[in-house]
């Protein structure tokens, strides 16, 4: 899925999966929506969205961390 944010995304020592993003309101949305499913063989148990301004991203793209 290509959204033109900004951010990360990485996989927590307890199996949850943690991502920060920012961008246009709307392509955040997709993300969320996308999000409450995840990819094909993923299981969603529950998802917590938090809206943090005191987060920023330091570079341009979307990557993974660990």
């Known amino acids: 899925m290509l959204l033109g944010l ?6 927590l020592p307890d199996g949850r999966v943690e991502v920060y993003a920012t961008g246009p309101e709307n392509r955040i949305r997709q ?3 996308w999000l409450q499913h995840g990819p094909e063989l993923a299981v969603v148990e529950e998802l917590v969205c938090v809206d ?15």
């Open 6 to 11: 900004d951010g990360w995304v990485r996989n």
């Open 31 to 33: 993300l969320h929506d």
């Open 52 to 66: 943090d301004p005191e987060l920023t991203v330091h570079r341009k793209g979307f990557r993974i961390t660990r």
